[in-house]
């Protein structure tokens, strides 16, 4: 009989807030540390070593051969033709391969796949060119693109492969593209920064940092010095500073994956220079990510970027879980947090055998929580190229999920060993003073929750060995030689200090019970159920039913009894799933629940988010103010996640972090908002914290309390007019600055009357104002437009209102395109697109778009035709906003025809005032 525990969880796993407190605190409050990755080769059993030899004979082995233009690409640089039309990432392709063999060789004796390893390693070196480039680009080397990004990879794989092997020709040639980005970069009036895709290309300071330490190169540490320099400079993403300010990653400049990878440099300069602040900087990171954006299944990013919300639908991209991995692994060896090793284990098991398909031969791009597995060679097919029919950025990647057990599953050295993978197999350590230890685990682990570690020391020898007691199992035992050991505390390490012999054997006896995570409306309020460190998931392979007609489970009396091997259901089958469980339900049936890593490999339709009752309070979020926000003095509007239907909430604002002095106390808010009329006190910090009710249950905000600050100097936000000018015969606003009017005519309005619009010939026409304090969280836009001459043209963009700045970043642009009215958001995480429908020319019609945090709504003649839901706040950086154009763009985006009675403010108008301004009464 399996044992419930039923737990609200905060965004993410294993109850983050509660768990890890406040980010900056936490890691502040933790000593220095660095584990060491010791030398490390593992024999692998059961499931987990079926898959990896899997992904090495189906994958690994035959890819190069499969896809010569991994290397001929690099090799046709300077030829004509050159290779066909790369794709910016391509460079990445080869050393993300050979990151994912060198990774797996820790994994695996295979001889074919280190014969495999070490050709196609001298290969990628003879490709490379005499002053060190080791791209596949004809021109402006290291200047574009994202060619920094893809020698980051090549070089990454190069010091892991000398690391292993003592290669020195890798160790070389890594130094020789280092040597380039200084002789590119120092003292020539280029920066890295110039190279433009920053998250991309400053990459490479983590490389720098590995080279430094490895050769004490002057000129690379003077180079990584650069590139945080460059980090401050706008757009960058500032990782140091935001961090020491304990801005949550979704909300910085760059919540893209990519970013990960730069602070993994966090980390080398760290060890480089040891000021603990940048450790206390990547501690922060992977707080921050883990309590806002880590899914049920231990994947990162929605739309391939961090938007503060686990449960919100979007692509869960392979090469982000991956990147997520890496840095967690940093993040363990920096604190020695056994609760970091969890999520590891926890993704290990769910995010990376789920991408992964369990024959090996492909990944996905995304592996969503829902849903069916598509092979990435089919969802991003955009990137193959002739000789590269099956290379993408996440088909080079996958493996590395595996591939990173050997960074972290064991750490340590003489000082004491960390032991945090528990699978069968066996794992020698080679220690610094040369002596080699094994572990060998005898185990059904993960289906059943025994683990019998053999320690195997060359010699009677006294080591402290900490293994891990993962938070989830609260009951956890503990044998040493049959002795029982006392004070075992889960989510810690448990200290063994004794001398130990060959033979020596700890036994421990892991609580496997239930446990329940419930999602938020983005799931439709369901429930994931996990199981150890699986999350347990509705395969329409395993089950009779369909997955629309899973009934529902109810928590407290759910009892899952574990398949045994030679249940009909699972013999015979080739792809079986790891773990497996049932339940009985109405009518004789029965409901079979897989792990995640395995669900969907037969293409089948899966489930992760279920229908449970008495599951726990749903999570929600505070949403505005953010966390550490100043705001001015006239407003504080507070907004947060919607809980459960039937849901009321509690409102508390204090002046201290304690809630002792409680200055407002507001009960049974029926609306998850609510605006304060604050005393006028500049300079002040306030805390605030919202609790929903739900019947006789109660849960407070999972991200709660969160704090503010009063400022006078700073304007408001949201309240107030951007622009509002009538565009009657002249550009000049009511309300508003005019920046620039380039060949406007007065034009009829739309009663007739002359001069009661502004004409735009579709050509040359510009017309931009200024808008301070661009309004990022809500707004509304409205206008009278009347277009003329327009056509089928291509999809070609008539701008109507634009606020682009940057590319991929435009929190407010309405066009027509090939005559259909449209409303197109650009944000680095993936925009938005609305259709107002067919307009036609001669015809006037008035558009609104309001933004009320995360809805946006399009309205055209005052009814609401299109809704959908972005992000709470877009990306800062819009100071102007074109009327007719695109503001700071000069290719063909006019308008053609009149635009009238244009108004851009900061609040969401609701849809009365909408009404009101279309003139239906």
């Known amino acids: 009989m399996n044992r419930i525990i039923a737990l609200t969880f905060s965004a993410a796993l294993l109850a983050r807030a509660a768990s890890f407190g406040q980010a900056s605190d936490a890691a502040a409050s933790q000593p220095a540390v660095d584990l060491a990755v010791p030398r490390i080769q593992m024999t692998l059993e059961g499931p987990m070593a079926a898959r990896v030899d899997g992904i090495i004979r189906n994958w690994l082995i035959p890819a190069p051969d499969a896809n010569p233009g991994m290397l001929e690409m690099m090799r046709l640089r300077d030829r004509q033709p050159p290779y066909e039309n790369p794709v910016p990432w391509a460079g990445e392709f080869a050393g993300k391969y050979l990151t994912s063999c060198a990774l797996i060789c820790r994994l695996s004796d295979d001889p074919t796949l280190r014969e495999v390893t070490a050709r196609v390693m001298r290969e990628l070196i003879r490709t490379q ?64 920064h110039d190279a433009g895709s920053h998250e991309m290309n400053m990459a490479v300071i983590h490389a720098l940092g590995l080279l430094y330490r490895q050769t004490k190169k002057d000129a690379y540490l003077r180079l990584m010095r650069e590139i945080e320099q460059d980090w401050q400079k706008p757009p960058a993403g500032d990782y140091h500073r935001m961090a020491l300010r304990s801005v949550e990653f979704y909300q910085t400049p760059k919540p893209r994956w990519e970013s990960l990878h730069p602070m993994i440099g966090l980390a080398e300069l760290f060890r480089i220079t040891g000021d603990d602040s940048y450790r206390q900087s990547l501690v922060h990171w992977w707080r921050s990510i883990y309590r806002t954006d880590v899914h049920n299944s231990g994947s990162f990013s929605t739309s391939e970027q961090a938007v503060g919300n686990p449960f919100q639908p979007g692509a869960i991209e392979t090469c982000c879980t991956v990147a997520w991995m890496e840095l967690s692994v940093e993040a363990l060896r920096l604190t020695g947090d056994s609760r970091i090793a969890d999520a ?34 089919h969802s991003i097919v955009f990137q193959a190229r002739p000789g590269t029919p099956e290379l993408n950025c996440c088909s080079v990647n996958g493996a590395n999920g595996l591939g990173l057990i050997g960074q972290w599953a064991m750490l340590g050295g003489k000082d004491g060993l960390y032991l945090n993978y528990y699978g069968p197999g066996k794992t020698e350590v080679k220690l610094a003073d040369g002596s080699t230890w094994s572990f060998i685990q005898t185990t059904d682990y993960p289906s059943l929750g025994t683990v019998q570690v053999e320690v195997r020391p060359p010699q009677a020898t006294a080591l402290p060995l900490l293994v891990r007691i993962p938070e989830w199992a609260r009951k956890t035992e503990v044998a040493v030689n049959g002795a029982p050991v ?35 409306h983005h799931v439709q309020f369901n429930t994931s159920l996990m199981r150890g460190p699986i999350l347990l998931a509705f395969d329409q392979k395993h089950n009779t039913m369909e997955p629309s007609d899973m009934p529902e489970l109810d928590l407290d009396s759910l009892r899952l009894t574990l398949l045994a091997a030679d249940d009909p259901l699972l013999k015979d089958l080739r792809f079986g799933p790891i773990v497996a469980v049932s339940t009985p339900v109405a009518e004789g049936q029965r409901v079979v629940l897989c792990d995640f890593g ?8 899966y489930r992760s988010w279920v229908p449970v009752t008495n599951a726990p309070l749903a999570p929600f979020h505070l949403k505005h103010p953010e966390a550490n926000a100043v705001l001015p003095v006239e407003e504080v509007f507070l907004a947060w996640n919607r809980a459960e239907p039937g849901s009321v909430y509690d409102l508390r604002i204090a002046a201290e972090a304690e809630f002792k002095k409680v200055l407002l106390h507001k009960t049974d808010l029926e609306r998850p908002e609510f605006r304060w009329a604050v005393p006028a006190d500049s300079g002040v910090k306030y805390y605030w914290q919202v609790e929903s009710r739900h019947g006789d249950r109660r849960a407070g905000a999972v991200n709660g309390p969160l704090s503010f600050t009063l400022d006078s100097s700073v304007p408001t936000s949201l309240q107030g007019v951007v622009i509002r000018a009538a565009l009657a015969g002249m550009p000049e606003p009511q309300e508003g600055r005019l920046l620039v009017a380039t060949d406007l005519a007065p034009a009829a309005g739309r009663d007739g009357a002359a001069a009661g619009a502004l004409a735009f010939n579709g050509k040359s026409t510009k017309l931009v104002y200024d808008a301070p304090q661009f309004p990022l969280r809500t707004y509304t836009f409205a206008a009278w437009l009347c277009p003329q001459g327009l056509a089928v043209d291509g999809r070609r963009w008539h701008q109507i209102v634009s606020a682009w700045c940057a590319p991929v970043n435009d929190p407010l642009r309405v066009s027509i395109q090939d005559m259909e009215l449209v409303v197109a958001i650009e944000q680095p995480g993936g925009g938005c697109r609305l259709s107002g429908g067919r307009v036609e020319n001669g015809k006037w019609y008035h558009v609104a778009v309001v933004k009320k945090f995360t809805e946006l709504t399009l309205y055209v003649n005052g009814k609401p035709v299109g809704r959908a839901t972005v992000p709470t706040s877009y990306q800062p950086g819009p100071k102007n906003v074109g009327i007719g154009c695109n503001p700071n763009y000069t290719g063909p985006e006019v308008f053609q025809g009149a635009l009238a009675e244009f108004l851009l403010v900061r609040e969401a108008l609701p849809e009365e005032t909408i009404r009101k301004l279309a003139g239906v009464l």
């Not at 390490?493 to 004794?498: A, E, I, P, Q, W």
């Open 129 to 192: 060119a005499g002053d060190g480039y080791l791209g596949p680009f004809p021109d402006n080397h290291l200047l574009g693109r994202w060619d920094l990004w893809g020698h980051y990879h090549c070089m990454l794989a190069m010091i892991l492969w000398h690391q292993d092997t003592g290669d020195t020709e890798a160790l070389q040639a890594a130094c020789r593209a280092a040597d380039l980005m200084c002789a590119t970069f120092l003292d020539t009036g280029k920066r890295v």
């Open 344 to 377: 590891l284990e926890h993704a290990t098991w769910n995010a990376a055998l789920g991408h992964q398909h369990p024959s090996g031969r492909w990944c996905t791009y995304d592996t969503p929580m829902n849903g069916k597995r598509l092979a990435s060679a």
């Open 486 to 520: 006392e004070q075992v505390t889960a989510g810690s390490y448990l200290k063994l200090d004794r001398t130990w012999n060959p033979g020596d054997k700890i036994v421990l006896q892991f609580d496997l019970g239930l446990r329940a995570l419930r999602g938020d």
């Open 598 to 605: 395995s669900a969907g490999a037969y293409g089948t339709l």
